[in-house]
């Protein structure tokens, strides 16, 4: 358990799958005869729950790639935490389905999209609690890392966090609503990378420019 | 998220696992008793959308190989382009296990075919973005590449796209035979590989002859 | 496609997917109750089914792995014969789960165990393919292999593949019995490794004393 | 088959497969209406087999990989004896089910409770017969391994398999605290390493302060 790069080998499968299984929650109309664009059409929450989470998982694969791209050592703390990550990214095609299946349906829908909030909220918080070790520990980051400025982003990882449990409180008001930002908070993220500072320059976006 | 190398690692386990999941469209008939052979051959439709499915993702996957082999350098406007690609292609079992659920219904196959048929001109709409940004800004690329030829075979591209569209609209003539043009049109691409113009030689087929 | 590292790293994720997968086909018995053991052993044909198939899969892999240790040159021949064997090998779940329902069903049982026989028969033909234009070709190999000795083991190859039309034909006698002995030829190829003819010695079996 | 990573590399496929199949046995409530907390709460032990078991296969994976992380070469046996461990590693998605399903229903609730003990004691088990081969036969370790002493640690492997089985004993007293147990000694042993043998000092703990 020596080399971050096995660590992060895993962590991609478990989000490679993750993310691929989503359709699962897709079902096929059965007998719907003629009316078959009718039935396809009443599955529209399943669609859009599916483009959302896949959307969000892929962007949770790349901010975690990125963090992992600076780390040199695994320590088994890091590793604990790092589990306890993938237990809620692996869950997320579950809240997924729950929320495709009652996002049509006034009180539940609302539970469904708490729910589904609440996932996102535990992500941020494993999330941040992988970076809180790491900017804790210091020495598990290779040595482009200038840790100082690491620590001080700290505050601005717990900030970014209360945008989900603001969600949370959204999906009593509207669940299709919710959705649709957690949607685009995915879209914003993926074009707007997750910085590390570094010691040539705190604040430059990690990879940008990078050669293979 | 620097290497393009692990953006395509990710890419291929998505591959890989949608590849994998198609089989769980086909079902065990249950309580056929004696007349098994007849219950096994009436699912015909499952059979023939998995093989055709399976080769199509098959040459999606080598296609989508044969470009990111020579993307040197990866941005997070590529990244999302690709993770909407990867949206389309981890999708297909949906629209495959539709397909052979309806094949032979009618009116209802018509409406699987053209959406069977919709989603690959989704993946070739994406995979037509992703070329696209790879062509314009030019400097993702490794050396090889001849960007100027490359940016010249956009139209080609636009082109090829053409045939699915085609295929959408045979979809409402007959559902057994588009799907069967989709196996033949992936067994065409299977051996016909996709060109990359490089410096040494505009139009040389990618990695013909190449080592490990 | 130039690599045939990463054909073979795509082949190991269809390979380790499939294998994953036919835990799906054991169902939880629903409802058991205080019968929960009784109703746990009336399933023993749906864990000798996983256990064989899984020793089955685990052995193909193997064999692939060997045979593709010894390429270092991919055409788009070796591709599409490639995306064929990992068809049949993708499969598998689905012959599993149909011998597992039918296996203790009188006439039922023969022609799920002849369609199992039937899916290992298809294998070792595709694996024969893959072989046959490997020594057909000769340069896709590495350096290390005597191609004129590997053409002549294509006879035995072909010979090893009359055992999987025998156990078609024993399909119709026994059931169990044919399940039987899928799973000693797994164990007994497990231990015995398929040898690749090399210059420095023809017969030494592939790896043996290798080192990463 | 001749290079331990690859070897490796296919059982973290594995590993990372059936950890992330563990969320298909979390059903979503169907027609719940207004009462969706409710039920959502009936299914608490989904949610307590699905975090235990996902711990646990991350332990599982994580000792896999330490061991084999000192493993240079891999002959037949070890081959076949990894190919017995994978198979109980990939079928734990179902005891996990089992035993979610029966947690609270009495009498079978002690069944479902032994026989998720039952795959820990035969995981043990396979993990102990892959460590005893590489132990005698001591020349597949890498270089830096102390045979000698790794030898002398057969007897902890095996006093530490006794607490599994006596699992299986607490079954038939308390399902929910058998499971319980097994979720603490994961975290237990998430943060307690593993420790191999190497000649620069016994017992350090493989991997401590490695670098990439």
Redesign the interface.
């Known amino acids: ?6 660590v992060e ?2 962590s ?13 929650e ?1 079902k ?1 109309p ?1 007998g ?3 009316h ?2 009718t039935a ?1 059409g009443a599955q529209w929450p399943s669609y859009a729950a ?2 959302v989470s ?2 969000v998982i ?1 962007i949770m ?2 901010n975690h ?2 963090v992992f ?1 600076y780390v ?6 890091l ?2 935490l790092n ?1 306890l990550l ?2 809620v990214v ?2 997320l ?2 809240p997924t ?2 929320l495709a ?2 996002l049509r ?4 829908s609302h ?2 999209a708490a ?1 589904y909030s609440g996932f996102m909220v535990a992500h941020a918080f494993t999330f941040g609690l992988v970076w809180w070790w790491l900017t804790r520990t210091g020495h598990l980051f ?1 040595a482009r890392v200038d840790v100082e400025a690491a620590r001080a982003t700290r505050g601005r990882f717990a900030l970014g966090n209360l945008i989900y449990p603001a969600l949370v409180g959204l999906s009593f008001v509207s669940a299709p609503l919710t959705l649709a930002l957690h949607g685009a908070m995915a ?1 914003y993220y ?4 997750l910085p590390i500072p570094t010691k040539e320059g705190a604040g430059e976006g ?7």
Do not use: K
């Open positions: 358990m020596n080399e971050s790069g096995r080998a895993f991609d499968g478990v989000f490679a799958i993750a993310i691929t299984l989503l359709i699962l897709i096929v059965e719907a005869g003629e078959l664009w396809l599916y483009v896949f959307l892929g694969w790349a790639h990125t791209g040199a050592r695994v320590d088994r703390t590793l604990f589990l993938l237990l692996a869950a095609p579950w389905a729950l299946e009652y349906e006034g009180e539940a539970v469904a729910l290779d879209v993926a074009l707007n990378q990690a990879g940008e420019g990078g050669t293979t």
